[in-house]
């Protein structure tokens, strides 16, 4: 392997289905793909997670664990209205109490924070922020500052037709609607007109909440000028690039730290009002300071997925081929965000030639959105995949070969090959596993007051990755291994599947590798783990550098040994020579005394191809008639996300997007008061999120291969994926079993008992 | 309010006399049995007291047994307990089935009956039981006890005849003829807060409670009569959506509640014939 001189090129990247365009760095060579016969024996295995004594044992300290010597806490107060203008508050009581070290009110904060405006937009919103020495004080001199509020309240809107009423209240000078964004392929028109069956449909989703078990929180401690941050983020070095930025002061100086997480979702992208005001407070103070959200301010402020109501048009001949799709889509968005709307799947899902989809996002007086799991899509398929099974209804045909007949062969939105694309085999293995052909469901019965129904739903999600992502090996002087990347771990187990990926490249034992993240000071830079892309992103990064460290290490030993380098390789932390004895990795090592193996790598330009994760579900449900309450029985999932690093885990990610799929097609829907524009369930005990006794028997598993089109690894993102079909699958199997259609979410007792009485 | 804790008084009498003592001298004190509905009032910042007297140490107010044909249960019975008691399952098997429908697991552990009835949610899943099985609540203070008929506890949402020195002690419930049933809807299969719930006794006069559908627990005369004289199930049906009027709330709508209402009914009257 010769090194050449680094090149730059362009390549594009999805994240979260956004597609962009960068220019990227050649890496000095780039290993041959793992292909499916690779024979490979630590990747494809499930060893224990490493972290996960540390996590059972409650030993794990999570952001909001972190105390440090005379830590000072910081509370945020909100605005308790949708809108209006602060006219008055009263910061020097609260600053008065025993406690008390500060308060920041409006122009206290940079103005790029966005901290503590007079300008109230939605219900939630930061007006000022106290801080003492302990919790409870800061809490009790919140609430003397949120007493002292006086707001000027003008007209607000919180809902999509309050928005879009004619004489609607303006949230944004700019109006409160965007151009419509209209794409189109082929021609709709004649595709309508050539269409024996058309199906039309109004489906609307509800606003969900991401409810990570840890809410958003920042530890801030300055030491001179230097600033260090420990935050539940989803990306270190994009929360260090914010906080220099907001504060005026070089990346060099801010260090961003994250060890473990309890969730993020899409909602942890980047800095927040909590770390702001933490650092503000810390580098006034001269103390270390922790803002964290409570329950309430999580639920209340820190992201959602957007409510939509989505105009559905699907139309097809007797045989079910598709002739066109159209898609009309309103997005209230909140006070801001940005379109990851429904579109996207309905081009990408079905090999349909003409599509139109139009898409105009609505601004109201309520907390802005932010990317969650699988966002766009997962509103975009429960319309998308309902309109399909309502037309295999309508053709009386069976919903999965509807979806053989479709099923796209190529990228027609990007007009590019896949690089793989096994989805026809995912229908195959899950309905063998599901039964589907054996299922006998008897018509609706009215004896029986529980109906069984059974439904279907696929999924496409684009999760090829991509650079920039840059990865150190270091060989230490024993033989061990410690593996370099400034990404970070959600709770998906990525420290266990870097080490995988080093100890396989490297030929070491996995147990003498360690993956070092989560920390902006010490580790190369990774990008956000969002859009599923820590896995195809950082896997290969971490590849190119333990193979470069493997080079090092077998051209040393080839001098020891007096040996060629074609003779020699490496397994089981051992250096094997065809002939001679092997020698341990901790033997070259010591004989070469202080000389330090850092193999450095990076992750590679993308191919011209759309690489994308599938996969059907398959759902089985009893409804009761007279009570309109819907259990889930079963779920048989089947996702193609080429080569599965850690079985266990991956599997683990299949059964979380499932449950909290679950979660949005009966449940979870955040509530707003009309009148005074606030969240009326931002808590846990009216926001319901699954629990234990409502989650199904699950199957979850992968098609085996891989996908070497991809990137030498050969993984795509999983992570996703598995909440895109749940809820429509489950909307299929009420239909199933009641015979009529609810095309709202969530699927509430009261809705299904309302669709019952027609 | 987590961290407020530390500012309130918690006093642990050891036995009722001492605890009742208290209630007098030193309250008004906020009665504290498994906590479950307390912590999360203090949670919400809705519990404004400081000032606290736990009865979790009074262990004989945890007993369950018989005197003569009543069913005697201690208030301090956590749901755990009633699901377990051979008594309960055998004389009372809808406050068996009724247990196991509050919460999940933790919460059956610690929640016991006084504070289900004491709390007075209107969605509390014990209070149809005892509606229908026309217990007595026995109540004491320092200078003794007395007995209220359950149909006469409550006064309105959330209010009650209990006095601010007085203590739930125990339920009392006569022999109940008849087949005994019970159902809760909830959105959730656990830690559901009840949309609608009702406690049933088929007899030559049934009785019926509902929950969640009014400000309090709720008996329905007129449903029961028109039942007892043999109307139809239609009609009694028809006579139950004129007698309740719940409302539209974030758990569910009015329509919903009514619909339910009726068609569980007409579940227990198809059950029990
Ligand atoms: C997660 C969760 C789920 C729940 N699910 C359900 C459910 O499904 N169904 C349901 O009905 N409830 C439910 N609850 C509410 C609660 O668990 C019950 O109301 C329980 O019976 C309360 O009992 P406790 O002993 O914990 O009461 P505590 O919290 O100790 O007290 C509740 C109230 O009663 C008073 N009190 C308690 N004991 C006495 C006494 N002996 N004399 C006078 N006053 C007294 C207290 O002062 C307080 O006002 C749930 C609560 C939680 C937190």
Redesign the interface.
Do not use: D
């Given at each position: 392997m010769s090194r050449e001189r680094t090149r730059f090129v362009q390549t594009t990247v999805e994240v979260e289905g956004r597609t962009e365009t960068r220019v990227v760095e050649v890496p000095a060579f780039e290993p041959a793909p793992w292909t499916a016969d690779t024979p490979l024996s630590i990747v494809g295995t499930s060893p224990l997670r490493v972290d996960a004594f540390e996590k059972v044992t409650g030993r794990a300290r999570y952001t909001a664990d972190i105390i440090r010597p005379g830590m000072l806490h910081a509370v945020i107060v909100r605005a308790p209205r949708a809108k209006g203008t602060l006219a008055a508050l009263d910061l020097d009581a609260a600053r008065a109490m025993p406690g008390v070290r500060a308060v920041m009110g409006p122009g206290d904060a940079p103005a790029a924070t966005r901290l503590f405006r007079r300008e109230v937009s939605y219900a939630g919103q930061p007006l000022a922020a106290v801080c003492a020495e302990t919790l409870g004080t800061a809490e009790r001199a919140a609430r003397v500052i949120a007493a002292s509020l006086v707001i000027e309240a003008a007209p607000h809107v919180v809902t999509v037709d309050d928005a879009m009423a004619p004489d609607a209240p303006r949230v944004r000078n700019t109006g409160n609607t965007t151009e419509p964004d209209i794409v189109e392929r082929g021609d709709v028109t004649r595709g309508l007109a050539e269409a024996e069956v058309t199906i039309t449909r109004e489906y609307r989703t509800q606003v969900a909440l991401h409810s990570a078990l840890e809410t958003h929180g920042a530890v801030c401690e300055w030491n001179g000028d230097q600033l260090t941050v420990w935050e539940s983020t989803q990306g270190i070095f994009r929360v260090r690039s914010d906080v220099a930025r907001a504060l005026g002061v070089p990346q060099a100086k801010v260090r961003v730290i994250k060890n473990y997480m309890g969730g993020g979702f899409g909602a942890k992208n980047s800095a927040g009002a909590h770390t702001y005001t933490a650092a503000l407070f810390a580098r006034t103070l001269g103390a270390p300071v922790r803002c964290v959200n409570d329950r309430r301010a999580e639920q209340a402020d820190s992201g959602n997925r957007p409510a939509t109501v989505q105009q559905v048009t699907v139309a097809a001949r007797r045989d079910g081929t598709l002739t066109a799709l159209v898609l009309d889509a309103l997005i209230p968005l909140g006070i801001s965000g940005w379109e990851g709307g429904p579109a996207q799947i309905f081009h990408e899902m079905y090999a349909c030639p003409n599509v139109r989809t139009t898409e105009t996002c609505v601004y109201i007086n309520a907390s802005g959105m932010q990317a969650f799991r699988g966002p766009g899509y997962v509103e975009g398929a429960f319309a998308l995949e309902g309109a399909m099974n309502a037309l295999a209804r309508a053709l009386q045909m069976d919903p999965v070969a509807l979806r053989l007949r479709n099923l796209a062969t190529r990228d027609e939105r990007a007009n590019r090959e896949f690089s793989s694309n096994r989805l026809a085999e995912c229908y195959a293995e899950g309905m063998k596993r599901f039964g589907w052909h054996s299922t006998v469901h008897p018509p609706p019965s009215t004896v029986s007051r529980v109906k069984r129904g059974i439904g279907v739903a696929a999924q496409t999600w684009p999760t090829g990755g991509g650079p920039p992502s840059y990865a150190h090996v270091r060989i230490n002087s024993d033989g061990s291994v410690d593996v370099l990347a400034g990404t970070q771990d959600l709770g998906t187990g990525s420290r266990t599947i870097l080490a995988q990926i080093a100890a396989e490249a490297l030929g070491a034992r996995f147990e003498t590798v360690r993956a070092v993240i989560g920390d902006t000071e010490r580790l190369p830079y990774t990008g956000n783990s969002w859009g599923s892309m820590t896995t195809p992103s950082v896997g290969p990064a971490v590849r190119m550098a333990a193979e470069d460290a493997r080079m090092q290490l077998l051209e040393a030993a080839a001098q020891l040994l007096d040996l060629p380098l074609e003779r020699l390789s490496t397994r089981d932390s051992q250096v094997l020579p065809d002939s001679a004895a092997p020698l341990p990795f901790s033997e070259v090592c010591r004989r070469l005394g202080n000389i330090q193996i850092v193999g450095r790598g990076s992750r590679g330009p993308n191919p011209e191809l759309a690489v994308v994760t599938v996969g059907a579900q398959f759902v089985e449900v009893e409804v009761d008639a007279e009570t309109g309450v819907v259990r889930v029985l079963r779920v048989v999932a089947v996702h193609d996300a080429g080569r599965i690093i850690n079985p266990a885990l991956a599997e683990s990610q299949l059964h979380g997007g499932i449950i909290q799929g679950i979660g949005y097609a009966l449940f979870e829907e955040r509530h707003m008061d009309r009148a005074r524009g606030v969240t009326l369930n931002a808590n846990l005990h009216d926001y319901m999120v699954p629990t234990m006794a409502d989650i199904p028997a699950i199957d979850a598993s992968f098609l085996d291969g891989a996908d070497p089109a991809a990137n030498h690894v050969g993984a795509r993102g999983i992570a996703e994926p598995p909440i895109i079909p749940t809820a429509p699958a489950i909307a299929a199997a009420v239909a199933d079993a009641l015979g009529v259609e609810v095309c709202s979410l969530p699927l509430t007792p009261w809705r299904v008992l309302g669709a019952l009485a027609g | 309010?987590?961290?407020?804790l530390?500012?309130l008084t918690l006093h642990e009498p050891r036995t009722l006399a001492a605890a009742l003592k208290l209630m007098r001298r030193a309250g008004p004190l906020v009665p504290v049995a498994g906590c479950t509905d307390v912590y999360?009032q203090l949670q919400?910042g809705t519990q404004p007291a400081l000032a606290y007297v736990d009865l979790s140490r009074l262990s004989p107010l945890r007993k369950i047994r018989r005197q003569g044909d009543v069913l005697v249960i201690g208030a301090l019975a956590t749901f755990t307990d009633l699901i377990c008691s051979r008594l309960v399952r055998k004389s009372l098997p809808m406050l068996v089935a009724a247990s196991r429908e509050i919460g999940?697991p933790q919460i059956q552990h610690r929640g016991t009956i006084g504070g289900n009835i004491a709390n007075g949610s209107p969605a509390g899943d014990s209070l149809p039981v005892f509606a229908v099985a026309e217990a007595v609540v026995v109540l004491a203070n320092a200078d003794g006890e007395r007995r209220v008929p359950f149909s006469a506890f409550y006064t309105g949402y959330r209010r009650s005849v209990l006095q601010s020195d007085e203590l739930i002690v125990a339920v009392e419930i006569p022999a109940v003829e008849g087949a005994q049933w019970f159902r809760k809807?909830?959105?959730?299969?656990?830690?559901?807060?009840s949309?609608?719930v009702m406690a049933a006794v088929r007899s030559p006069h049934p009785r019926i409670a509902l929950g969640s559908v009014a400000p309090t627990v709720v008996r329905l005369p007129q449903t029961e009569a028109t039942l007892a004289s043999g109307a139809g199930i239609a009609e009694a049906q028809r006579v139950l959506k004129e007698e309740i009027r719940p409302i539209d709330d974030?758990?569910?709508?009015a329509?919903?509640r009514l619909?339910?209402s009726a068609?569980?009914l007409?579940?227990f009257w198809e059950t029990t014939a």
């Open positions: - | 309010m987590r961290t407020a530390s500012r999360v919400f999940g809807v909830g959105t959730r299969a656990a830690q559901a807060i949309k609608v974030l758990r569910s709508t329509a919903y619909q339910v068609n569980l007409e579940a």
